[in-house]
């Protein structure tokens, strides 16, 4: 049975490192929402080993969520996908800031765009799903420079966007926000 409308309309982050089980907590918190799951998936799979990380994430979903492929149009998509019934994931702006870079696309434009959708507040639940990718060495090349720099950004002013951030290790949740 759907929520109550606008009982639990959120916008919340989850940040977390890789393999810290934040894909996982985001999952509970959609399915646990009593809304419709609408899985947004960023991810491209270039390789087979990407095939495998997909093909993965896929089969840790029952059957009633929905999956929507947005590896570049993520406002359009979030706009177009978000209803009070339901509950989005998207999953991950990290892969979204990759995709838009090797399409050569403006990034801080597209991260505006997004966040001017979300202070449009869209109906519903939202959860976002992000790598933290600014808690390591100072990578050694310009690229990665870049693509680290753009998702700190992203991350700013997302979560600022937010009502919930929530940073998860070990597979245990801190919340930042909210």
Same mark, same amino acid.
């Given at each position: 049975?759907?929520?109550?409308?606008?009982?639990?309309?959120?916008?919340?982050?989850?940040?977390?490192?890789?393999?810290?089980?934040?894909?996982?907590?985001?999952?509970?918190?959609?399915g646990e929402s009593g809304r419709v799951p609408v899985y947004i998936a960023?991810?491209?799979?270039?390789?087979?080993?990407?095939?495998?990380?997909?093909?993965?994430?896929?089969?840790?979903?029952?059957?009633?969520?929905?999956?929507?492929?947005?590896?570049?149009? *993520? /406002? =359009?998509?979030?706009?177009? +996908? #978000?209803?009070?019934?339901? !509950?989005? %994931?998207?999953?991950? &702006?990290?892969?979204?800031?990759?995709?838009?870079?090797?399409?050569?696309r403006d990034v801080d434009a597209e991260a505006d765009r997004l966040v001017?959708?979300?202070?449009?507040?869209?109906?519903?639940?939202?959860?976002f799903v992000s790598n933290e990718v600014g808690l390591s060495i100072v990578?050694?090349?310009?690229?990665?420079?870049?693509?680290?720099?753009?998702?700190?950004?992203?991350?700013? *002013? /997302? =979560?600022?966007?937010?009502? +919930? #951030?929530?940073?998860?290790? !070990?597979? %245990?949740?801190?919340? &930042?926000?909210?």
């Amino acid at each position: 049975m759907p929520a109550e409308a606008g009982a639990t309309d959120r916008l919340v982050l989850v940040l977390g490192g890789a393999r810290s089980g934040k894909s996982a907590f985001a999952e509970r918190r959609v399915g646990e929402s009593g809304r419709v799951p609408v899985y947004i998936a960023t991810g491209q799979a270039f390789d087979a080993e990407m095939t495998a990380r997909i093909d993965a994430h896929k089969a840790r979903r029952p059957a009633p969520w929905r999956t929507v492929e947005a590896p570049l149009d *993520l /406002v =359009a998509t979030i706009e177009g +996908e #978000a209803a009070q019934d339901r !509950a989005l %994931l998207v999953d991950c &702006l990290t892969l979204w800031v990759s995709n838009l870079m090797l399409a050569e696309r403006d990034v801080d434009a597209e991260a505006d765009r997004l966040v001017a959708c979300l202070k449009g507040r869209p109906p519903g639940l939202i959860v976002f799903v992000s790598n933290e990718v600014g808690l390591s060495i100072v990578p050694e090349n310009a690229m990665a420079r870049r693509f680290r720099d753009h998702a700190g950004r992203l991350h700013q *002013l /997302v =979560a600022a966007a937010c009502d +919930e #951030a929530i940073f998860v290790a !070990a597979g %245990l949740p801190l919340t &930042l926000k909210g």
